[in-house]
């Protein structure tokens, strides 16, 4: 049995234990994400008011890998980049993340991600997902300065930190 029919076994199982009555709400997740055979991977957002952290999966879905940080400049140039980043990176699947209270629900800035989100599916027929994002900068800039990383190269490498702390949290969920 190849690696990626233990895969396919794996997520159909974790989807029929998720639905089965977990413990904790989960977002909904999409199959295709372990067993889609073209190896299209998932693109992870940490949208941010000047700058969009971007992580992508391998085509096996286990491992995140941090991208450049993308400036922000308007709606639709930020879409036009994103839409070039699928067809680079094979994405079968946009994952953002939503930036949920210290008590778990939705605020303001959660709606504004998913309106972002909305146009972006509109824009790259990809569906979205969203995961919960509560406290990746905080620990991304916690890791940053642990490591010694001046000041500078910490505003850099944090908001793509960020996004390859929600990519991965989400991959090992579903595996």
């Given amino acids: 049995m190849g690696l990626s029919s233990l895969r396919t076994e794996k997520a159909e199982f974790s989807l029929k234990l998720g639905a089965a009555g ?16 073209s190896g299209q ?4 957002l940490d949208l941010g008011r000047r700058r969009i952290g971007r992580a992508v999966s391998d085509p096996l879905g286990i491992t995140a890998q941090g991208l450049p ?9 930020d879409l036009a980049a994103l839409a070039r980043d699928a067809r680079e ?5 946009w994952l953002l993340g939503l ?8 605020g303001s800035q ?4 998913r309106a972002f989100g909305a146009k972006l599916a509109a824009a790259t027929a990809l569906p979205v997902d ?8 905080a620990m ?12 500078q190269k910490r505003r850099q490498a944090v908001d793509r930190l960020a996004a390859v702390l929600i990519l991965q949290s989400y991959l090992d969920r579903q595996s």
């Fill in 130 to 137: 969203y995961w919960d994002e509560r406290f990746t900068t």
């Fill in 110 to 113: 959660a709606a504004e991600i």
């Fill in 89 to 93: 990176y094979s994405i079968g699947l």
């Fill in 69 to 77: 940080t993308l400036p922000r400049r308007n709606l639709a140039s």
């Fill in 140 to 151: 991304a800039e916690q890791v940053l300065r642990e490591s010694g990383a001046s000041l």
């Fill in 99 to 106: 930036p949920l209270l210290p008590s778990g629900e939705a």
């Fill in 41 to 44: 991977r998932i693109l992870a």
């Fill in 22 to 37: 977990a413990s904790a709400p989960r977002p909904a997740t999409y199959k295709f994400s372990f067993m889609n055979p």
